[in-house]
């Protein structure tokens, strides 16, 4: 029986680590530590709930089910998972991430020096597609190239930066802005949305577990120890990244009080601090970060939709990576604009998917259970995101009046009470059955 040595563990959970650190785990923390002020570690604590916790969970959810997104929606039917698994791999892959990999390594590292322009953001993008093509061509070597190369690279850029940010404070923290100041925590909770980690697990799921099956391990109870501890050293080192963005954001506001996203606060940061060749690090720190990420994702939409569609892997990697090239070409700003309101409505579902899987021994029958608060959570989430597209007008005078609406979490009291009369139900079912037999 083959297993995996310390050193492949370790490039495992490296690996892991590497393929969730990407664009948005980079740009976001860093605003909104800009933005909460004094109650920066108050949204980080929110904020580390779902770009963190759900994702860590999240592996270990498909690990004890060999990796595949399907077995984990199976108490949904195949219809409704294989739908829910598409508009995932979608969002996550050539739709929103894969194309923002691209948008945010050029205007980091790449536009202050070329300019902002048409004609560079294509010939950038076109060059890094390329780069993520070869790469992603060869996916029994990902291990190797990402884990034991890659990856430990990555890692020390980001250790250098946090450390900066501890050691070298730009300033003094400055106010919160009138929304962080009313609800932190859960301002914190919904912007940890942004960095699409819960559904980028549910999609490197089958990633982390072909690697490990790429080394000979076959035993199913190993693989599901080897996936969970890569979940955790990812994790783990999610947490050191993050409260370090988080520090560094908070500390910025004298240098970057009018910056609009995050990479903005990541510029003025390394500018001021480091000066060009600052700059010109936080670049590459960006740009490997970014490819990482794309080249994992590009590989799990292959294997998903190869599997799903019986056309071949590299014909799939192909095409994805010429889609996501041209809708990088769209730009971030648009990028960002049509993606939010997108993940304010499945973001809820799959996170009703993933906790109550860990669930499933409770109930009699996890379809009565876990169909119903996944439409619930799906239609109240939906709420959320009309408000977060500015098209309320669409919505009944009631939804104004949701609990935790105001918080952008319209959709928690909702699933939590649909969960209690659906548990019920199961349980009235049951012993009715019980009755009859």
């Known amino acids: 029986m083959n297993v995996l040595k310390g050193q492949d563990i370790l490039a495992l959970g490296f690996m892991t680590f590497a393929l969730f650190v990407g664009a ?9 530590g800009l933005h909460a002020g004094p109650w920066v570690w108050a949204a980080a604590a929110g904020f580390l709930i779902t770009a963190v916790g759900l994702p860590v969970i999240t592996v270990i959810a498909l690990a004890k089910v060999g990796g595949a997104m399907d077995a984990l929606s199976s108490p949904i039917g195949r219809t409704a998972g294989t739908l829910l698994a598409v508009v995932c791999y979608l969002s996550v892959g050539p739709l929103f991430a894969t194309p923002r990999t691209a948008t945010v390594s050029f205007e980091v590292g790449v536009a202050p020096l070329t300019g902002d322009g048409p004609l560079p953001l294509f010939l950038y993008s076109l060059g890094y597609f390329l780069l993520v093509l070869w790469v992603s061509l060869y996916p029994g070597r990902l291990l190797d190239t990402v884990g034991r190369f890659l990856a430990p690279l990555k890692i020390a850029a980001l250790a250098v930066l946090g450390g900066a940010a501890f050691m070298l404070p730009a300033g003094p923290v400055g106010e919160a802005t009138e929304a962080y100041a009313a609800s932190p925590f859960s301002q914190g909770f919904v912007n940890g949305y942004l960095t699409m980690d819960t559904l980028g697990a549910l999609v490197f799921g089958i990633v982390i577990v072909n690697a490990i099956r790429s080394r000979g391990v076959q035993a199913p109870h190993l693989i599901t120890r080897y996936a969970i501890i890569a979940g955790l050293i990812a994790g783990l080192g999610l947490v050191l990244v993050y409260v370090s963005l988080f520090r560094l954001g908070a500390g910025s506001h004298a240098i970057a009080a009018g910056a609009s996203n995050g990479a903005q606060v990541l510029h003025a940061y390394v500018q001021a601090t480091f000066g060009t060749l600052g700059s010109g690090f936080l670049a590459v720190l960006i740009a490997l970060a970014c490819l990482l990420t794309a080249v994992g994702l590009t590989c799990a939409c292959a294997e998903y939709f190869g599997g799903l569609l019986g056309v071949s892997y590299k014909a799939l990697v192909v095409l994805l990576a010429g889609f996501s090239l041209l809708v990088s070409n769209l730009g971030l700003t648009q990028l960002i604009h049509f993606s939010v309101p997108v993940l304010t409505a499945i973001y809820p579902p799959c996170i009703v998917l993933v906790a109550l899987s860990f669930c499933h021994r409770l109930w009699r029958s996890p ?16 709420v959320d995101a009309l408000k977060v597209a500015r098209l309320d007008a669409w919505l009944p005078q009631a939804a104004e009046h949701l609990p935790l609406s105001e ?3 319209a959709w928690l009291v909702p699933v939590v009470v649909s969960l209690a ?17």
């Not at 948005?24 to 909104?32: A, L, Q, R, S």
């Not at 379809?367 to 939906?382: C, D, E, I, K, R």
């Not at 009235?428 to 037999?437: C, H, S």
């Open 24 to 32: 948005g785990n980079i740009i976001f923390p860093p605003i909104v």
């Open 407 to 409: 918080q952008g979490l």
């Open 367 to 382: 379809q009565v259970v876990v169909g119903p608060v996944m439409l619930v959570s799906l239609a109240f989430g939906m």
């Open 421 to 437: 009369v659906a548990a019920l139900c199961d349980r009235l079912i049951g012993a009715q059955a019980l009755r009859k037999a």
